[in-house]
């Protein structure tokens, strides 16, 4: 199973990471975990590559993590939030069709 946490501050994500892997099909033929992984990594490569700001991130095998705080965002609050909460209604979604592969949790940071 893949566990996704979620953190936000002030009601946007400030931060993101998953750890293991869905395990819904053989290495190499896991459509959820192609899911997941393109969900991910598609607002880290916006960020980085489109809106040029990059974050604190670390990608391993079967671990991603996130990190956009204490960051100057160059005025792209906008775009960065646009890109993020794209990404947590996806993952939402596809917690509803594969609840037994993938696990979100959200959290709230002080």
């Known amino acids: 199973m893949t566990t996704i946490q979620i953190y936000t501050k002030n009601g946007s994500i400030v931060r993101y990471q998953a750890t293991g892997h869905a395990e819904y099909a053989n290495h190499g033929e896991d459509i959820v975990c192609a899911a997941i992984s393109t969900n991910l990594q598609f607002p880290l490569a916006g960020i980085t590559e489109i809106l040029g700001i990059i974050p604190r991130f ?53």
């Open 58 to 110: 670390e990608v391993q095998e079967g671990n991603l993590s996130v990190d956009l705080r204490k960051m100057d965002l160059q005025g792209k609050d906008r775009e960065i939030n646009i890109l993020l909460e794209s990404m947590r209604l996806m993952l939402r979604e596809l917690t509803k069709e594969y609840p037994k592969y993938l696990k979100l949790v959200e959290k709230e940071e002080k």
